[in-house]
């Protein structure tokens, strides 16, 4: 069942469970890195759950087709308008507002609260009070990064469920049938750090062609003609903008794999598929210029992010890294 989400086995077999025990449940909450799949888990068990057919796979009921068709009455989904926005009361007073009404097409309710660590106070407090007196009939699913974040009466009040990252053959399977070079699968598998969200988007923006421009570049330094690395290695246009983003975030993790194979921590690494390469590249490199280094890049990224010239920063950066690794 739900075949099609990869990894996550005990906790499906949970909630596959929770279908055929009468479907009464407590409020669950689903805890775990980002792009690991919960909140499609939690999607397809709402489903599953809403659905009335008495066996399953359902083949077809009107609240399966409903759902399907992403206008089931009873499904509700509360999300950020925005990355990184906050959750706010006038989304949970629309919750309270749908739990005066009963079932439509199923015989429950679910709704779905994703990114509920990033409710503000306000409207954290206002879930509270639902979650104390459950409406009848409702399922209430948390979908949350870190508990950190989560009042801890919430997360009193529901069970919770913990979701692991994937492991990279896991990973690499989906990027395989995704069209992704065996070579390029291994290494975005790893990059990723367990997270098939992240392994997809890196493999949209040509992040390992992005990862191997870096590491040349990084084999050229220090150099005697610094302003002829900048000319032959320039900042992308405006239209490949992200590649160049996506290039110093490459840098930032090649120079993390390098300082720990100068401590002894190279199975700690991202980079596995080229790490003998990272190595050899690093070798005379000291520890502390690799920092200070580390230091330039993330101001870079973060001036660039907010605005800066692209073409600026970026030739700036190259003649300062340029500049440390030549001092004594």
């Given at each position: 069942?739900?075949?099609n989400?990869r990894?996550h086995?005990?906790?499906?077999?949970?909630?596959?469970?929770?279908l055929?025990?009468?479907k009464?449940?407590p409020s669950l909450l689903f805890l775990?890195?980002?792009?690991?799949?919960k909140k499609?888990?939690a999607?397809?068990?709402a489903?599953?759950?809403?659905?009335r057919s008495?066996?399953?796979p359902?083949?077809?009921?009107p609240?399966?087709q409903?759902?399907?068709?992403?206008?089931?009455p009873?499904?509700?989904?509360?999300?950020q308008?925005?990355?990184?926005?906050?959750?706010?009361?006038?989304?949970?007073?629309?919750?309270?507002r749908?739990?005066a009404f009963?079932p439509?097409?199923?015989?429950h309710?679910?709704?779905i609260?994703d990114?509920?660590?990033?409710m503000?106070?306000t409207?954290a407090?206002s879930?509270l009070?639902?979650?104390?007196?459950?409406?009848r009939f409702?399922?209430?699913?948390?979908i949350?990064?870190?508990a950190?974040?989560?009042?801890?009466?919430i997360?009193s009040?529901v069970?919770?469920?913990r979701?692991?990252?994937l492991?990279a053959?896991t990973?690499?399977a989906v990027?395989?049938?995704?069209?992704?070079?065996?070579?390029?699968?291994?290494a975005?598998?790893?990059?990723?750090?367990?997270?098939?969200?992240t392994a997809l988007n890196?493999?949209k923006?040509?992040?390992v062609?992005?990862r191997?421009k870096?590491l040349?570049?990084?084999?050229?330094?220090?150099t005697?003609?610094?302003?002829?690395?900048?000319t032959q290695y320039?900042?992308?246009?405006?239209t490949?903008?992200?590649?160049?983003?996506?290039?110093l975030e490459m840098?930032?993790?090649?120079?993390?794999?390098a300082?720990?194979?100068k401590?002894g921590?190279a199975?700690?690494a991202?980079n596995?598929d080229v790490?003998?390469h990272?190595?050899k590249?690093f070798a005379?490199?000291?520890s502390a210029k690799?920092?200070?280094i580390?230091?330039?890049v993330?101001?870079?990224?973060?001036a660039?992010?907010?605005?800066?010239s692209?073409?600026?920063?970026w030739?700036?950066?190259?003649?300062?890294?340029?500049?440390?690794?030549?001092?004594?």
């Amino acid at each position: 069942m739900w075949e099609n989400i990869r990894g996550h086995e005990q906790n499906k077999h949970f909630l596959q469970q929770l279908l055929v025990s009468g479907k009464r449940t407590p409020s669950l909450l689903f805890l775990g890195p980002g792009g690991i799949g919960k909140k499609a888990l939690a999607t397809a068990f709402a489903k599953d759950f809403l659905c009335r057919s008495e066996k399953l796979p359902c083949s077809g009921c009107p609240s399966c087709q409903a759902f399907n068709a992403n206008g089931h009455p009873d499904f509700l989904l509360v999300e950020q308008s925005a990355p990184g926005k906050e959750i706010v009361i006038d989304q949970i007073k629309e919750i309270a507002r749908q739990a005066a009404f009963a079932p439509n097409l199923s015989a429950h309710k679910v709704c779905i609260i994703d990114a509920a660590d990033y409710m503000n106070l306000t409207a954290a407090n206002s879930l509270l009070k639902l979650l104390e007196e459950p409406p009848r009939f409702w399922l209430f699913i948390l979908i949350a990064n870190t508990a950190a974040r989560l009042l801890p009466t919430i997360r009193s009040r529901v069970i919770q469920l913990r979701f692991d990252a994937l492991p990279a053959e896991t990973i690499e399977a989906v990027l395989a049938k995704e069209g992704a070079r065996p070579e390029e699968a291994v290494a975005l598998a790893h990059l990723a750090d367990g997270s098939i969200g992240t392994a997809l988007n890196m493999l949209k923006s040509n992040t390992v062609d992005c990862r191997n421009k870096a590491l040349t570049i990084f084999e050229q330094l220090p150099t005697q003609r610094p302003l002829q690395l900048t000319t032959q290695y320039g900042w992308p246009e405006k239209t490949a903008g992200e590649d160049g983003m996506t290039l110093l975030e490459m840098m930032l993790f090649i120079l993390r794999d390098a300082l720990l194979c100068k401590e002894g921590m190279a199975g700690n690494a991202y980079n596995i598929d080229v790490l003998p390469h990272i190595e050899k590249c690093f070798a005379d490199w000291h520890s502390a210029k690799i920092k200070n280094i580390i230091k330039i890049v993330q101001e870079s990224y973060m001036a660039i992010a907010a605005n800066a010239s692209g073409k600026v920063v970026w030739e700036a950066m190259l003649v300062r890294m340029n500049m440390i690794l030549k001092e004594d």
